[in-house]
C-alpha cells in the first residue's frame, strides 16, 4: 500500500472531492420517520418495515432505499438532469413506498427530529453500533443517539461548479445559506414528546455533537481554498471508526486524522471512509451536499430542493441569493432558536424565494412554482416555519399532510 501523506489528502480531495464539470444535475435524500397509525407513540419494527417495502419491489424511478440507525427510511434519488424530471421520479417513489406501508397502517411522517418517541436504536450493521459506541467515549451520548435515531432531514445534492472559481463561489454561497435554509424550513421543535424551544431541534443536536465533524467548513468570513479548507478540516477531525484488514469495525476515539497519518498507516481507501464520517452541513463529494434542513411536512419535501437548487444554479437567482444571505451568514444558532422569528433572516428568506420563484420557470420547473408561492406565502411571507404551526403540538395526529387544512 502506499503511503498516504498530507499532500496526498490534498490531491484526492481537489481531485474528488472538488472535481468540477458542467452544472446542471441534482439530486435529493428524503428521511422520513415511520408511524403505526394506530399507535403513534409506539415504534415501529425496523423488520417489519424493511419486509413491507421489499414486497413493493423496486422503485420505478431509480431511487435507494435506505434505513437509518434509528429505523427512519431514506430514499435517495438518482442524479437528474433538472428539477422537473427529479421531482417527477422521487414523487412517483416516495408515493410508491406510502402506498406499501398504508396498507399494514404505516405512513411516513416529515419532521426535523421526532417528536414523540425517545431515541430506540435499531441498526444491525457493526460501523452504526462502533460509531454508536464512539459518541459515548467521546461524551455525546445523548446527542449522539439522537442525530443517529431521531433526526430526519432533506438532503439536496448539487453541482460543485463548471471550473475553480465557479466551485469557489458556490461553495461560499451554500455555507452563506445555510442559515436561511434551517430557519426557513425548520420543523422541529418538539423532541420525545417536549417542546426544546427551539424551532429547528434537528440543528440543536448537531450543534452539540462533535464540532470537529459537524461545524460548517467555511466560518467567520474565511475565504480561500475550498480544496485546503476541506483538507484541514479532515486532518484535524477524530478518527471516528477504522475497518481493518480483517473485516473488523473499531472505533477508536481520541485520534485525529493527522495523527494517523503520522503513523504512516492509513492509504487512499481509509482516508474515503474518514470523509464519510464527517458531517458538516455543507458537504463536498464531487457534489455539495446541502445537509441542513429539517425534513418537512410530507408534502412539502420538494420546496426547499427547488429553492436551494435556483438560488445555486441560476445565475441571477444566485447574485440576488448571494446578496441577502451575506449579512446572515453566521447566524446558525438564531436560525436554530429562533427560526424566521430572527428579522434579518426573515428578510433574507424572503428575498431568496423571491428570487428562487422568479428563477424556477428558467430551470424548467415551472410546475413547482404554486408548491414554492404555497410555502412562501403560507410560511415565508409571515415569518414563520413549519415549527410554528399549531398541528406541531400534536405530531403524528395531524391531518393528513396530502391534505392541507389552512385557509385559502
Not at 80 to 93: K, P, S
Not at 183 to 191: D, Q
Request: glycine share 8%; charged share 25%; aromatic share 8%.
Amino acid at each position: 500500500m502506499t503511503r498516504l501523506t498530507v499532500d496526498g489528502v490534498y490531491q484526492h480531495i481537489r481531485g474528488v472531492c472538488f472535481k468540477t464539470g458542467p452544472p446542471g444535475t441534482v439530486g435529493a435524500e428524503t428521511e422520513w420517520f415511520v408511524v403505526d397509525t394506530a399507535e403513534p407513540a409506539a415504534h415501529v419494527p425496523a423488520e417489519r418495515v424493511r419486509a413491507l417495502v421489499a414486497d413493493a419491489g423496486p422503485p420505478a424511478g431509480g431511487s435507494k432505499i435506505t434505513y437509518e440507525p434509528g429505523g427512519q427510511l431514506e430514499l435517495s434519488s438518482a442524479p437528474f438532469r433538472g428539477l422537473g424530471v427529479l421531482h417527477a421520479a422521487l414523487g412517483a417513489d416516495i408515493a410508491r413506498i406510502r402506498d406499501a406501508l398504508a396498507r399494514d397502517g404505516l405512513s411516513l411522517a416529515g419532521h426535523g427530529v421526532d417528536p414523540v418517541r425517545r431515541p430506540r436504536f435499531q441498526a444491525d450493521h457493526p460501523r452504526y453500533a462502533c460509531m454508536r459506541d464512539y459518541f459515548r467515549a467521546g461524551g455525546f451520548p445523548d446527542a449522539g443517539l439522537a442525530m443517529m435515531c431521531s433526526t430526519a432531514s432533506v438532503q439536496v445534492n448539487l453541482d460543485i461548479g463548471a471550473d475553480e472559481p465557479d466551485a469557489s463561489r458556490r461553495w461560499r454561497l451554500a455555507h452563506a445559506l445555510g442559515p436561511v435554509l434551517v430557519a426557513a424550513f425548520a420543523n422541529s421543535p418538539l423532541r420525545a414528546g417536549r417542546r426544546t424551544g427551539m424551532h429547528s431541534s434537528r440543528q440543536g443536536i448537531w450543534t452539540e455533537l462533535d464540532p470537529c465533524r459537524t461545524l460548517p467548513v467555511l466560518r467567520d468570513g474565511e475565504d480561500g481554498d475550498p480544496a485546503e479548507a476541506w483538507t484541514r478540516y479532515a486532518l484535524d477531525a477524530q478518527v471516528m471508526l477504522v475497518h481493518t484488514a480483517d473485516g473488523e469495525w473499531v472505533s477508536d476515539p481520541g485520534m485525529s486524522f493527522l495523527e494517523w497519518l503520522d503513523k504512516g498507516e492509513p492509504g487512499e481507501e481509509d482516508l474515503a471512509y474518514h470523509l464519510s464520517t464527517l458531517f458538516p452541513p455543507v458537504r463536498p463529494r464531487g457534489w455539495l451536499e446541502l445537509r441542513m434542513i429539517d425534513a418537512p411536512p410530507g408534502r412539502y419535501w420538494p420546496v426547499p430542493v427547488a429553492v436551494a437548487t435556483a438560488l445555486l444554479d441560476d445565475p441571477a437567482a444566485s447574485r440576488a441569493a448571494e446578496a441577502a444571505a451575506e449579512p446572515v451568514a453566521d447566524r446558525w444558532a438564531e436560525a436554530a432558536r429562533r427560526g424566521l422569528s430572527d428579522a434579518p433572516l426573515a428578510a433574507a428568506a424572503r428575498a431568496c424565494f423571491t428570487a428562487a420563484l422568479d428563477a424556477l420557470p428558467r430551470l424548467g420547473a415551472s410546475r413547482l412554482v404554486p408548491l414554492v408561492e404555497e410555502y412562501d406565502r403560507r410560511y415565508v411571507r409571515r415569518g414563520r416555519s413549519p415549527a410554528d404551526d399549531p398541528a406541531s403540538a400534536a405530531p403524528f395526529t395531524a391531518p393528513s399532510e396530502e391534505e392541507p387544512t389552512w385557509p385559502r
